[in-house]
Nanobody, 118 residues
Framework: QVQLVESGGGSVQAGGSLRLSCEAS????????MGWFRQAPGKEREFVAR????????YYADSVKGRFTISRDNAKNTVFLQMNSLKPEDTAVYYC???????????WGQGTQVTVSS
């Protein structure tokens, strides 16, 4: 199994930036892709972005396209989410996830809080 640990959350004013990190450990061989999801209070968890383990392909939710960038450091088994031009509606707990096949994400981190004030 893979273990995921997120870091980098915090509080920022609207228009600011944050970078989230997700370090994978354990069985990283064979991971299909990794993603970021978020859950705001009273709302369901939603997809934000994902990246194939090779780093060759990335995908984004429409709400974050052009503002967020997902990337990875192969040597460190770490995936990043660079968040720019943050908006109050980006406030949520952000979760890192991984999967070994192209189906539901099986493995999740503990989450990191991002708060954007207006």
């Amino acid at each position: 199994q893979v273990q995921l640990v997120e870091s980098g959350g915090g509080s920022v004013q609207a228009g600011g930036s944050l970078r989230l990190s997700c370090e994978a450990s354990g069985r990283t061989f064979g991971i299909y892709d990794m993603g970021w999801f978020r859950q705001a209070p009273g709302k369901e968890r939603e997809f934000v972005a994902r990246i194939t383990w090779s780093g060759s392909s990335t995908y984004y939710a429409d709400s974050v396209k052009g503002r967020f960038t997902i990337s990875r450091d192969n040597a460190k088994n770490t995936v990043f989410l660079q968040m720019n031009s943050l908006k109050p509606e980006d406030t949520a707990v952000y979760y890192c996830a991984a999967r070994y096949r192209a189906n539901a994400f099986d493995y999740w981190g503990q989450g990191t809080q991002v708060t954007v004030s207006s």
